[in-house]
């Protein structure tokens, strides 16, 4: 059974960085496309991103550029570099496999 576990969450300042990591464990990493997601208080769950097993990666338009993913599939990790931070990032922040299997998801908060 596939478990996911996030961290690296916390408060940081506009304008300010924060790294996600995702431990993933329970099958083949390697062959899972990888996603990191957002649910801010009030509005649906959103694809913020995604990694193939390959490599290739894609984007919500709002964090392009400033987000960064990323995996390691020796170490069985995800990470989200998240740069210049707006308060509009404030969500909390899920990992997922691709498959519906999701963490217990990370709280990021942006605020002065």
């Known amino acids: 059974q596939v478990q996911l576990v996030e961290s690296g969450g916390g408060l940081v300042q506009p304008g300010g960085s924060l790294r996600l990591s995702c431990a993933f464990s329970?099958?083949?990493?390697?062959?899972?496309?990888m996603g990191w997601y957002r649910q801010a208080p009030g509005k649906q769950r959103e694809l913020v991103a995604r990694?193939?097993?390959?490599?290739?990666?894609n984007y919500a338009d709002s964090v392009k550029g400033r987000f960064t993913i990323s995996r390691d599939n020796v170490k069985n990790t995800v990470h989200l570099q998240m740069n210049s931070l707006k308060p509009e990032d404030t969500a909390v922040y899920y990992c997922?496999?691709?498959?519906?299997?999701w963490g217990q998801g990370t709280q990021v908060t942006v605020s002065s």
């Open positions: 990694i193939t097993p390959g490599g290739t990666t």
């Open positions: 329970g099958a083949m990493f390697g062959i899972y496309n």
């Open positions: 997922e496999d691709g498959l519906n299997d």
